[in-house]
Protein backbone atom coordinates (compact mmCIF):
# COMPACT_ATOMS: atom_id res chain seq x y z
CA UNK A 1 0.00 0.00 0.00
CA UNK A 2 0.93 3.39 -0.29
CA UNK A 3 1.79 6.18 2.16
CA UNK A 4 -1.11 8.00 1.32
CA UNK A 5 -3.31 4.83 1.56
CA UNK A 6 -1.87 3.85 5.21
CA UNK A 7 -2.61 7.76 6.53
CA UNK A 8 -5.97 7.46 4.66
CA UNK A 9 -6.32 4.34 6.96
CA UNK A 10 -5.30 5.79 10.39
CA UNK A 11 -7.72 8.29 9.98
CA UNK A 12 -10.38 6.57 9.29
CA UNK A 13 -9.24 4.09 12.07
CA UNK A 14 -9.48 7.08 14.53
CA UNK A 15 -12.75 7.56 13.05
CA UNK A 16 -14.03 4.09 13.95
CA UNK A 17 -11.95 4.77 17.48
CA UNK A 18 -9.68 2.12 16.30
CA UNK A 19 -5.60 3.27 16.93
CA UNK A 20 -2.83 1.75 14.78
CA UNK A 21 0.29 1.38 16.47
CA UNK A 22 2.30 1.73 13.39
CA UNK A 23 1.83 0.46 10.03
CA UNK A 24 3.48 -3.26 10.97
CA UNK A 25 -0.16 -3.46 11.91
CA UNK A 26 -1.94 -3.11 9.68
CA UNK A 27 -0.27 -5.56 7.29
CA UNK A 28 -0.80 -8.18 10.85
CA UNK A 29 -4.44 -7.40 11.10
CA UNK A 30 -4.54 -8.52 7.31
CA UNK A 31 -2.96 -11.93 7.59
CA UNK A 32 -5.16 -12.95 11.19
CA UNK A 33 -7.37 -16.08 10.43
CA UNK A 34 -7.55 -16.49 14.19
CA UNK A 35 -9.26 -14.36 16.92
CA UNK A 36 -8.80 -15.59 20.45
CA UNK A 37 -10.91 -13.26 22.66
CA UNK A 38 -10.30 -13.25 26.47
CA UNK A 39 -13.65 -13.42 28.49
CA UNK A 40 -13.68 -11.39 31.53
CA UNK A 41 -13.79 -7.70 30.21
CA UNK A 42 -13.42 -8.15 26.96
CA UNK A 43 -16.37 -10.59 25.77
CA UNK A 44 -18.47 -9.50 29.14
CA UNK A 45 -18.78 -6.46 30.86
CA UNK A 46 -16.24 -6.83 33.42
CA UNK A 47 -18.88 -5.42 35.51
CA UNK A 48 -20.15 -8.05 37.57
CA UNK A 49 -22.57 -8.65 40.64
CA UNK A 50 -22.65 -10.56 43.30
CA UNK A 51 -25.52 -13.49 43.38
CA UNK A 52 -24.97 -16.09 45.96
CA UNK A 53 -23.43 -17.09 48.97
CA UNK A 54 -22.79 -19.91 51.37
CA UNK A 55 -20.84 -20.36 54.21
CA UNK A 56 -19.96 -23.18 56.54
CA UNK A 57 -22.04 -23.59 58.89
CA UNK A 58 -20.62 -21.40 62.19
CA UNK A 59 -19.57 -18.61 59.86
CA UNK A 60 -21.88 -15.74 59.89
CA UNK A 61 -22.32 -14.55 56.04
CA UNK A 62 -21.59 -10.97 56.84
CA UNK A 63 -18.04 -11.63 58.40
CA UNK A 64 -16.97 -13.77 54.98
CA UNK A 65 -17.63 -10.59 53.34
CA UNK A 66 -16.04 -8.59 55.51
CA UNK A 67 -13.21 -10.31 55.50
CA UNK A 68 -13.04 -10.88 51.49
CA UNK A 69 -14.48 -7.55 50.91
CA UNK A 70 -11.02 -6.36 52.70
CA UNK A 71 -8.44 -8.19 50.94
CA UNK A 72 -10.41 -7.49 47.47
CA UNK A 73 -10.46 -4.14 48.18
CA UNK A 74 -6.47 -3.85 47.05
CA UNK A 75 -6.67 -5.82 44.08
CA UNK A 76 -7.82 -4.56 40.93
CA UNK A 77 -9.12 -7.41 38.95
CA UNK A 78 -13.34 -7.48 37.81
CA UNK A 79 -13.56 -10.50 40.49
CA UNK A 80 -12.42 -8.44 42.81
CA UNK A 81 -13.96 -5.33 42.32
CA UNK A 82 -17.77 -7.17 42.69
CA UNK A 83 -16.26 -8.81 45.86
CA UNK A 84 -15.23 -5.37 47.59
CA UNK A 85 -18.62 -3.53 46.40
CA UNK A 86 -20.53 -6.42 47.98
CA UNK A 87 -19.05 -6.14 51.23
CA UNK A 88 -19.02 -2.57 51.23
CA UNK A 89 -22.75 -2.24 50.56
CA UNK A 90 -23.90 -5.14 53.30
CA UNK A 91 -21.21 -3.63 55.98
CA UNK A 92 -24.32 -1.46 57.30
CA UNK A 93 -24.18 1.02 54.03
CA UNK A 94 -20.60 3.26 55.15
CA UNK A 95 -18.59 3.14 52.37
CA UNK A 96 -14.90 3.35 54.72
CA UNK A 97 -16.22 0.13 56.79
CA UNK A 98 -14.17 -2.62 55.40
CA UNK A 99 -11.30 -3.25 57.84
CA UNK A 100 -7.59 -2.70 56.48
CA UNK A 101 -5.42 -5.75 54.73
CA UNK A 102 -1.86 -5.88 55.91
CA UNK A 103 0.27 -7.52 54.16
CA UNK A 104 -1.51 -8.01 50.70
CA UNK A 105 -0.31 -10.22 48.23
CA UNK A 106 -2.08 -10.39 44.28
CA UNK A 107 -1.76 -14.09 42.71
CA UNK A 108 -2.53 -13.23 39.38
CA UNK A 109 -5.02 -15.59 37.43
CA UNK A 110 -5.78 -17.08 41.11
CA UNK A 111 -7.05 -14.65 43.37
CA UNK A 112 -5.50 -12.65 46.72
CA UNK A 113 -4.48 -12.57 49.90
CA UNK A 114 -3.72 -10.93 53.32
CA UNK A 115 -4.13 -10.73 56.92
CA UNK A 116 -7.36 -8.80 58.07
CA UNK A 117 -8.09 -8.29 62.10
CA UNK A 118 -5.81 -10.51 62.63
CA UNK A 119 -6.41 -13.44 60.48
CA UNK A 120 -4.96 -14.81 57.11
CA UNK A 121 -7.41 -14.31 54.52
CA UNK A 122 -7.69 -16.08 51.59
CA UNK A 123 -9.73 -15.59 48.35
CA UNK A 124 -9.64 -16.52 45.06
CA UNK A 125 -10.12 -19.52 42.70
CA UNK A 126 -9.43 -23.79 43.92
CA UNK A 127 -6.43 -23.77 42.11
CA UNK A 128 -5.55 -21.48 44.67
CA UNK A 129 -6.46 -23.66 47.56
CA UNK A 130 -5.21 -26.70 46.68
CA UNK A 131 -1.87 -25.14 45.89
CA UNK A 132 -1.56 -23.81 49.34
CA UNK A 133 -3.17 -26.70 50.80
CA UNK A 134 -5.84 -25.06 52.12
CA UNK A 135 -9.11 -27.73 52.43
CA UNK A 136 -12.19 -26.86 51.24
CA UNK A 137 -15.18 -28.74 52.86
CA UNK A 138 -16.88 -30.40 50.69
CA UNK A 139 -20.57 -29.09 51.04
CA UNK A 140 -18.84 -25.48 49.78
CA UNK A 141 -16.56 -27.65 46.88
CA UNK A 142 -20.50 -29.08 45.88
CA UNK A 143 -21.59 -25.30 45.68
CA UNK A 144 -19.26 -24.59 43.81
CA UNK A 145 -19.86 -26.79 40.86
CA UNK A 146 -23.56 -25.93 41.11
CA UNK A 147 -22.81 -22.43 40.68
CA UNK A 148 -20.42 -23.13 37.74
CA UNK A 149 -22.76 -25.11 35.93
CA UNK A 150 -24.97 -22.62 35.86
CA UNK A 151 -22.61 -20.36 34.34
CA UNK A 152 -21.43 -18.48 37.36
CA UNK A 153 -17.47 -17.04 38.22
CA UNK A 154 -17.39 -18.33 41.76
CA UNK A 155 -14.99 -17.80 44.34
CA UNK A 156 -13.50 -19.15 47.48
CA UNK A 157 -12.75 -17.46 50.80
CA UNK A 158 -10.47 -19.22 53.20
CA UNK A 159 -9.48 -17.83 56.85
CA UNK A 160 -7.11 -19.07 59.42
CA UNK A 161 -6.17 -22.30 56.80
CA UNK A 162 -9.68 -23.44 55.56
CA UNK A 163 -12.34 -22.50 53.03
CA UNK A 164 -15.07 -20.96 55.19
CA UNK A 165 -17.12 -19.93 52.11
CA UNK A 166 -17.98 -19.85 48.43
CA UNK A 167 -19.38 -16.68 46.79
CA UNK A 168 -21.09 -16.97 43.10
CA UNK A 169 -20.71 -13.80 40.64
CA UNK A 170 -22.69 -13.44 37.84
CA UNK A 171 -21.28 -10.99 34.42
CA UNK A 172 -23.13 -9.98 31.30
CA UNK A 173 -22.21 -10.54 27.93
CA UNK A 174 -21.41 -6.85 26.18
CA UNK A 175 -24.55 -6.67 23.79
CA UNK A 176 -21.96 -6.05 20.87
CA UNK A 177 -20.49 -9.54 21.66
CA UNK A 178 -22.95 -11.94 19.76
CA UNK A 179 -23.04 -9.75 16.20
CA UNK A 180 -19.14 -9.39 16.41
CA UNK A 181 -18.42 -12.77 16.58
CA UNK A 182 -21.16 -13.50 13.67
CA UNK A 183 -19.34 -11.15 11.98
CA UNK A 184 -15.91 -12.51 12.56
CA UNK A 185 -16.95 -15.86 11.07
CA UNK A 186 -18.40 -14.01 8.33
CA UNK A 187 -14.86 -12.62 7.29
CA UNK A 188 -13.54 -16.68 7.45
CA UNK A 189 -12.37 -15.73 11.02
CA UNK A 190 -12.11 -18.87 13.68
CA UNK A 191 -12.74 -17.90 17.17
CA UNK A 192 -11.24 -19.01 20.59
CA UNK A 193 -12.50 -18.19 23.93
CA UNK A 194 -9.54 -17.69 26.34
CA UNK A 195 -10.06 -18.02 30.18
CA UNK A 196 -8.47 -18.39 33.46
CA UNK A 197 -12.36 -18.91 34.45
CA UNK A 198 -13.63 -22.12 35.61
CA UNK A 199 -14.80 -24.28 31.91
CA UNK A 200 -18.62 -24.51 32.58
CA UNK A 201 -19.01 -20.75 32.72
CA UNK A 202 -16.88 -20.24 29.79
CA UNK A 203 -18.53 -22.74 28.22
CA UNK A 204 -21.83 -20.81 28.83
CA UNK A 205 -20.81 -17.66 27.39
CA UNK A 206 -18.90 -19.33 24.25
CA UNK A 207 -22.42 -20.88 23.31
CA UNK A 208 -24.17 -17.30 24.07
CA UNK A 209 -22.22 -15.66 21.50
CA UNK A 210 -21.31 -18.25 19.02
CA UNK A 211 -17.27 -18.71 19.98
CA UNK A 212 -16.12 -21.87 18.56
CA UNK A 213 -13.90 -23.01 20.79
CA UNK A 214 -13.22 -22.89 24.67
CA UNK A 215 -9.80 -22.78 26.45
CA UNK A 216 -10.52 -21.91 30.34
CA UNK A 217 -8.87 -22.32 33.44
CA UNK A 218 -5.61 -21.55 32.54
CA UNK A 219 -3.25 -19.09 34.13
CA UNK A 220 -1.84 -15.70 32.36
CA UNK A 221 1.39 -17.87 31.86
CA UNK A 222 -0.57 -20.26 29.76
CA UNK A 223 -2.54 -17.58 28.19
CA UNK A 224 1.11 -17.02 26.26
CA UNK A 225 1.71 -21.16 25.91
CA UNK A 226 -1.60 -21.24 24.66
CA UNK A 227 -1.47 -18.68 21.83
CA UNK A 228 1.77 -20.22 20.53
CA UNK A 229 0.28 -23.93 20.10
CA UNK A 230 -1.63 -21.61 18.07
CA UNK A 231 0.71 -20.39 15.98
CA UNK A 232 2.70 -23.65 15.59
CA UNK A 233 -0.33 -25.40 14.08
CA UNK A 234 0.27 -22.34 11.14
CA UNK A 235 -2.69 -20.55 12.41
CA UNK A 236 -2.32 -16.42 12.39
CA UNK A 237 -3.41 -15.32 15.64
CA UNK A 238 -5.23 -12.10 17.01
CA UNK A 239 -5.60 -11.59 20.63
CA UNK A 240 -8.18 -9.44 22.05
CA UNK A 241 -7.82 -8.69 25.78
CA UNK A 242 -8.50 -5.77 28.54
CA UNK A 243 -6.70 -6.70 31.29
CA UNK A 244 -2.77 -7.09 33.43
CA UNK A 245 -3.11 -10.71 33.00
CA UNK A 246 -3.31 -10.45 29.32
CA UNK A 247 -0.74 -8.25 28.75
CA UNK A 248 1.86 -11.23 28.04
CA UNK A 249 -0.63 -12.85 25.13
CA UNK A 250 -1.18 -9.67 23.64
CA UNK A 251 2.64 -9.09 23.10
CA UNK A 252 2.99 -12.75 21.77
CA UNK A 253 0.10 -12.72 19.18
CA UNK A 254 0.74 -11.81 15.82
CA UNK A 255 -1.41 -8.77 16.51
CA UNK A 256 -2.61 -7.83 19.69
CA UNK A 257 -5.45 -5.60 20.62
CA UNK A 258 -6.83 -3.92 23.82
CA UNK A 259 -10.30 -3.42 24.05
CA UNK A 260 -12.14 -0.37 26.02
CA UNK A 261 -10.62 1.10 29.06
CA UNK A 262 -8.10 -1.68 28.72
CA UNK A 263 -5.36 -1.45 31.83
CA UNK A 264 -2.00 0.90 30.44
CA UNK A 265 0.00 -2.40 30.73
CA UNK A 266 -2.39 -3.99 27.79
CA UNK A 267 -2.25 -1.01 26.03
CA UNK A 268 1.58 -0.80 25.88
CA UNK A 269 1.42 -4.78 24.57
CA UNK A 270 -1.39 -4.18 22.06
CA UNK A 271 -0.24 -3.12 18.41
CA UNK A 272 -4.12 -1.49 17.67
CA UNK A 273 -6.11 0.15 20.96
CA UNK A 274 -9.60 -0.30 20.27
CA UNK A 275 -11.02 2.94 22.45
CA UNK A 276 -14.53 1.54 22.38
CA UNK A 277 -15.75 -0.28 24.88
CA UNK A 278 -17.73 -2.06 21.81
CA UNK A 279 -16.29 -5.64 20.41
CA UNK A 280 -17.58 -4.65 16.65
CA UNK A 281 -14.43 -2.77 16.49
CA UNK A 282 -12.63 -6.21 15.99
CA UNK A 283 -14.12 -7.44 12.75
CA UNK A 284 -13.76 -3.41 11.80
CA UNK A 285 -10.32 -3.25 12.13
CA UNK A 286 -10.32 -6.46 10.13
CA UNK A 287 -12.18 -5.06 7.48
CA UNK A 288 -10.21 -1.34 7.55
CA UNK A 289 -6.99 -3.50 7.10
CA UNK A 290 -7.93 -5.63 4.14
CA UNK A 291 -9.89 -2.66 2.09
CA UNK A 292 -6.69 -0.58 2.63
CA UNK A 293 -4.68 -3.37 1.92
CA UNK A 294 -6.58 -4.61 -0.93
CA UNK A 295 -7.74 -7.80 -0.07
CA UNK A 296 -11.40 -7.36 0.78
CA UNK A 297 -13.56 -10.63 0.24
P1 LIG B 1 -9.96 -13.98 32.72
O1 LIG B 1 -9.07 -14.78 31.83
O2 LIG B 1 -11.39 -14.43 32.59
O3 LIG B 1 -9.84 -12.50 32.50
P2 LIG B 1 -8.11 -14.18 35.00
O4 LIG B 1 -7.09 -15.04 34.35
O5 LIG B 1 -7.76 -12.77 35.24
O6 LIG B 1 -9.54 -14.31 34.23
O7 LIG B 1 -8.53 -14.87 36.39
C1 LIG B 1 -8.91 -16.21 36.39
C2 LIG B 1 -9.77 -16.57 37.56
O8 LIG B 1 -8.99 -16.44 38.76
C3 LIG B 1 -10.97 -15.69 37.77
O9 LIG B 1 -12.09 -16.14 37.04
C4 LIG B 1 -11.19 -15.83 39.25
O10 LIG B 1 -11.89 -17.03 39.50
C5 LIG B 1 -9.78 -15.97 39.80
N1 LIG B 1 -9.27 -14.68 40.27
C6 LIG B 1 -8.33 -13.91 39.69
N2 LIG B 1 -8.08 -12.82 40.43
C7 LIG B 1 -8.91 -12.88 41.50
C8 LIG B 1 -9.14 -12.07 42.64
N3 LIG B 1 -8.48 -10.93 42.85
N4 LIG B 1 -10.04 -12.51 43.53
C9 LIG B 1 -10.71 -13.64 43.34
N5 LIG B 1 -10.55 -14.45 42.31
C10 LIG B 1 -9.66 -14.09 41.40
MG1 LIG C 1 -9.61 -10.33 31.52
Not at 99 to 119: D, I, K, M, S
Not at 248 to 267: F, K, R, W
Request: glycine share 10%.
Amino acid sequence: ATPTALMAASGRGAQLGIFLKGYQALESTREVDTVVLDKTGTVTTGGMSLTDVRCVSDFPRERALRLAGAVEHASEHAVAAAVAAAARAESAGEAESLPTVEGFVNEPGLGARGEVEGHRVLVGRTKLFTDREVPVPEELDRKRSEWESAGRTTVLVGCDGVAVAVLALSDRVKPSAEAAVRELSRLGMSTVLLTGDNEATARSVAAEVGIDEVVAGVLPGEKVAEIERLRERGRRVAMVGDGVNDAPALATAELGLAVGAGTDVAISAADLILVRDDLAAVPDAIKLSRRTLGTIR
